[in-house]
């Protein structure tokens, strides 16, 4: 885009303002909302069954499921530490889990060096080390 300025003059301006300002972050619809949340919440602190909270947010109880799993359980549901959370894993792009001098990407490295194919790296690794996401890969 061409501003007709030179650009010191624009520069300085983008200096002043602190830079030119990120796009504004937005949910799909299909995500949880906070208020989802908190319905979820407070399901849970009254007792209901996951069916039927979801049933209540209108969401699969799977959903519902997944999200109470990944932020504590049952026990240790709360719904504004859930939504910040979901807020810091879709942030893009992700840290790379091979990156070099990592453990992981060591030991990927050795296998692909002893003539090993990529699926049966990911399928060794969920075998060696079934209790640590952080130690499984995708082949694709």
Same mark, same amino acid.
């Given at each position: 885009?061409?501003?007709?300025?030179? %650009?010191?003059?624009?520069?300085?301006?983008? =200096?002043?303002? #602190? &830079? +030119?300002?990120?796009?504004?972050?937005?949910?799909?619809?299909?995500?949880?909302?906070?208020?989802?949340?908190?319905?979820?919440?407070?399901?849970?602190?009254?007792?209901?069954?996951?069916?039927?909270?979801?049933?209540?947010?209108?969401?699969? %109880?799977?959903?519902?499921?997944?999200?109470? =799993?990944?932020? #504590? &359980? +049952?026990?240790?549901?709360?719904?504004?530490?859930?939504?910040?959370?979901?807020?810091?894993?879709?942030?893009?792009?992700?840290?790379?889990?091979?990156?070099?001098?990592?453990?992981?990407?060591?030991?990927?490295?050795?296998?692909?060096?002893?003539?090993?194919?990529?699926?049966?790296?990911?399928?060794?690794?969920?075998?060696?080390?079934?209790?640590?996401?952080?130690?499984?890969?995708?082949?694709?």
């Amino acid at each position: 885009m061409t501003l007709d300025r030179h %650009a010191g003059s624009i520069f300085g301006v983008l =200096k002043l303002k #602190g &830079g +030119i300002s990120p796009v504004q972050r937005k949910r799909r619809l299909s995500f949880l909302s906070l208020e989802e949340r908190e319905d979820i919440s407070r399901g849970l602190a009254s007792g209901l069954s996951i069916r039927a909270i979801a049933r209540n947010v209108e969401k699969a %109880a799977s959903t519902v499921s997944r999200e109470i =799993k990944r932020n #504590g &359980g +049952i026990a240790k549901y709360r719904a504004v530490t859930a939504d910040k959370n979901a807020l810091e894993r879709a942030l893009r792009p992700k840290q790379c889990k091979l990156q070099k001098g990592n453990p992981l990407s060591d030991l990927v490295e050795s296998k692909l060096l002893d003539d090993w194919s990529p699926e049966q790296i990911s399928g060794w690794l969920k075998i060696k080390h079934p209790a640590s996401s952080e130690m499984h890969i995708s082949h694709v």
